[in-house]
């Protein structure tokens, strides 16, 4: 019996290709169609004259096909898995080795096979793939097998080492989410800082402006949206006295998104880092009692004040004076924010 018969024997239908000897590749042009029908008698004794000789897998071969693991290591973590596949043919030459198998039904196209980093681990042949069996390694050492056939198996019930990046299974879509580039971390957090720095709004003492100026903040400075400005502002409503209603302060929040009287240019906060960024900002306020701007710049969260007006000292004088002086102190300009 010659040696592709006996190889046939083995495997059973199987298109074979002349390969040179100590060499991987076919020279055959079109070996690729080739087919059972043209493994004639004198095709197959051609295939002696010290050549090596590869198997067509896939289809043409009647669903034969084998998988390469480039490594004695990746080979045994495949066997593993798989312990009823070392009963089936492997053939092995240099390192690792192939696993024949003949699949009952379908099977992917020919793919190449990695480990989680990318690197190679070894390949699915099938269609349009060979495999040498028989001859010599480019190595120098000879193409061995353990003389058992192919296993007969259908292709899902094929284990695979965990993490291996499977082509025929699609990985998991990456799905980038855009977000507003800073660099002085996590925007909702630094307007959290921020807002943690603003005095509480009391109610009598400008509690109403105390809130507002949070507001303007959130929404206009660090240009939130109103649901993560709702966030950081339901926050700071808990150390209010009293805690705003969630009607009165959704009002707010809404006044502050029209409002466009401000020093900041909308969402410069989010968009340029302070190195002074846990220190108070240097805020243009407007009083809203005359609704006159104010010159009043304000360095500290605890004393966002607006400057009331003022009258000379000569102009009071008299009876209309003495009223002035006594009730004074106790009018609303002399309020804190």
């Known amino acids: 019996m010659t040696i592709p018969e006996r190889i046939i024997e083995r495997i059973g239908p199987a298109v074979l290709l002349p390969i040179p000897a100590g060499e991987k590749g076919p020279k055959v042009a079109g070996w690729q169609k080739l087919t059972l029908a043209d493994m004639k008698p004198d095709y197959l004794a051609g295939l ?6 590869g198997v067509l897998l896939g289809a043409a071969s009647g669903g034969l096909v084998t998988i390469d693991c480039d490594s004695d290591e990746y ?3 495949f066997l593993s898995v798989n312990p009823g596949l070392r009963e089936g043919l492997i053939s092995k030459a240099s390192r690792g080795g192939n696993v024949w198998l003949r699949i009952k039904g379908t099977f992917p196209k020919s793919a190449k096979i990695k480990l989680p980093d990318g690197s190679p681990w070894g390949e699915f ?7 040498v069996i028989y001859g010599k390694h480019p190595s120098g050492c000879k193409y061995d097998n353990n003389k058992l056939v192919p296993a ?5 019930a094929i284990n695979w080492p965990a993490g291996l990046r499977l082509p025929w299974i699609p990985e998991p879509a990456v799905v980038h989410v855009p977000t507003r580039p800073t660099s002085g971390g996590n925007l909702i957090e630094r307007a959290r800082a921020y807002v943690g720095k603003m005095p509480s709004a009391i109610a009598g003492s400008g509690g ?3 809130t507002f100026a949070v507001c303007k903040a959130l929404v206009h400075d660090f240009a939130l949206s109103k649901g993560d400005a709702w966030a950081v502002l339901s926050e700071y409503n808990a150390r209010c006295s009293p805690p705003w209603s969630e009607a009165e302060l959704r009002h707010k929040l809404d006044d502050a998104g029209k409002c466009n009287r401000a020093v900041r240019a909308r969402g410069q906060l989010a968009d340029t880092d302070r190195p002074d960024f846990q220190q108070s900002p240097r805020r243009y306020e407007i009083n809203e009692r005359t609704n006159k701007e104010g010159a009043s710049f304000v360095n500290s969260f605890n004393s966002y004040a607006v400057e009331a007006p003022k009258l000379a000292e000569d102009a009071l004088f008299g009876v209309a004076g003495a009223i002035v002086k006594k009730i004074e102190p106790h009018t609303e300009t002399q309020g804190q924010f």
């Open 48 to 53: 002696n004259h010290g050549n090596n000789i």
């Open 152 to 156: 007969c198996v259908e292709f899902a």
């Open 75 to 77: 080979l045994e973590s």
């Open 125 to 131: 042949r099938a269609d349009g793939n060979q495999t």
């Open 208 to 210: 109403h402006d105390a």
